[in-house]
């Protein structure tokens, strides 16, 4: 049985998601010591800013919830209530939604595509993705490509941060080769992040009012964290400036951007502000070399993509449910695999000792036409027997469902 078992940006705050996190240096041996610890058959394990997931092939998921908890050192009820368990066949829906990007938080971003193939580089890697979990990985990055190319679901704008993200390419030719500076380290700046840094900025800096906060989450970009009152030093030094915080008044005011703008040389800054009331003094959008953006002009960019997005998420639903079937017709079929091998070795059993049989007639100068006429009847007749047997003793309903059993096993037609 397929399992998924994990924890989100969904499920859980940002709190607990650091809790439970696999570094990419310690997932060989996160691997390794859940297979060796736990009769867990199959395994291969995700972990991005956003999510931990784990995929595994299991007689239950409760053993391996037991196993994160402890490899983490974190007791299992800090961490049980945010943590979500599919099996089949939720959990192979959830793995093609994950990979088409259905499940992200920027609503049909790629990234996660890639990460998803790296979880499996490493499960390969450490001998853990056995046939099953090979086959769904596989799967989903077909269904991912096939959902990519037949709907519109990384076309268009839904969200304040893809419209910021948007509207930052028209400013500058690469988002790679700019600086970015978060103010705050809610929801919101989480989102922004994520959208952004998808385009590997230059450098990344968050600054926050808490620097234990601001730095928990610049760490997950690479970037630094800074003080609120440390923004008049470090302004200049950035080419786009996102912020939202909670602040009743602004904390970006018209003097301080005049200041870093005349260090820059006039390079031009992208703003977008996000905070209702405003964090950037209005005044700010009037100087020649600002391009600032509030949450109403970003609003405007999303109205305009949103119902598009909407529709592309409904076609890329119903191609999940399509493929889901698929992938369960392929697993059920891997169950007739043994009664497959069984029938052929009792039928090759027969074919030997028959040849056996007939080989030892050619010796004693039997007629090799009477030789293959008698193989041929005792073959048929020993393959035969069993199911004429089990037809000739059944009663009642019995008879009748092995009478329609053989008639499609071997294409009878006993009506005519």
Request: charged letters at 25%.
């Amino acid at each position: 049985m397929i399992f998924t078992l994990g924890i989100n940006h969904h499920s859980a705050p940002l709190a607990i998601r650091e809790r439970v996190a696999f570094g990419a240096d310690k997932l060989q041996h996160a691997l390794a010591d859940l297979t060796r610890s736990q009769p867990v058959k199959e395994v291969a394990i995700l972990s991005t800013c956003n999510r931990t997931e784990i995929y595994c092939s299991a007689e239950t998921p409760e053993v391996v919830i037991d196993w994160l908890a402890q490899y983490h050192q974190v007791a299992r009820h800090d961490i049980a209530p945010y943590i979500y368990t599919h099996d089949q066949p939720e959990a192979i829906r959830h793995a093609f939604r994950v990979a088409c990007g259905l499940d992200s938080m920027v609503i049909g971003e790629p990234q996660i595509l890639g990460q998803m193939k790296d979880a499996v580089r490493a499960a390969e890697e450490g001998g853990t993705l056995g046939t099953q979990l090979h086959k769904l990985f596989q799967r989903s990055f077909s269904v991912a490509k096939e959902v990519r190319s037949t709907t519109a679901i990384g076309a268009n704008i839904v969200s304040m941060a893809a419209a910021g993200v948007h509207l930052a390419e028209r400013i500058f030719e690469s988002i790679g080769d700019q600086r970015v500076l978060f103010i705050g380290a809610g929801e919101m700046i989480e989102l922004c992040a994520a959208h952004f840094c998808a385009n590997q900025p230059k450098q990344v800096t968050i600054a926050n009012r808490t620097l234990e906060r601001g730095r928990a989450l610049a760490e997950q970009y690479g970037g630094v964290a800074i003080r609120l009152d440390e923004l008049g030093e470090h302004l200049a030094k950035h080419d786009i400036v996102v912020s939202c915080t909670a602040s009743p008044l602004p904390i970006i005011g018209l003097g301080m951007v005049e200041r870093a703008i005349k260090a820059r040389r006039h390079r031009p800054i992208f703003m977008v502000d996000l905070a209702v009331p405003r964090d950037i003094e209005e005044e700010v959008g009037e100087l020649d070399d600002i391009f600032l953006y509030t949450v109403d002009d970003l609003a405007q960019v999303v109205e305009s993509g949103l119902e598009s997005r909407q529709a592309a998420v409904v076609e890329a639903e119903d191609i999940i449910s399509h493929r889901v079937q698929d992938f369960l017709g392929w697993l059920q079929s891997r169950n007739t695999v043994p009664l497959i091998r069984s029938l052929r070795d009792a039928a090759e059993r027969m074919r030997r000792h028959e040849m056996e049989h007939a080989l030892k007639l050619l010796a004693k100068g039997e007629a090799p036409e009477k030789v293959l006429e008698h193989l041929s009847q005792r073959l048929t007749n020993k393959f035969l027997h069993a199911p004429t047997q089990s037809l000739n003793q059944a009663e009642g309903m019995e008879r009748a469902q092995l009478q329609a059993a053989a008639e499609r096993l071997f294409h009878l037609h006993t009506g005519e």
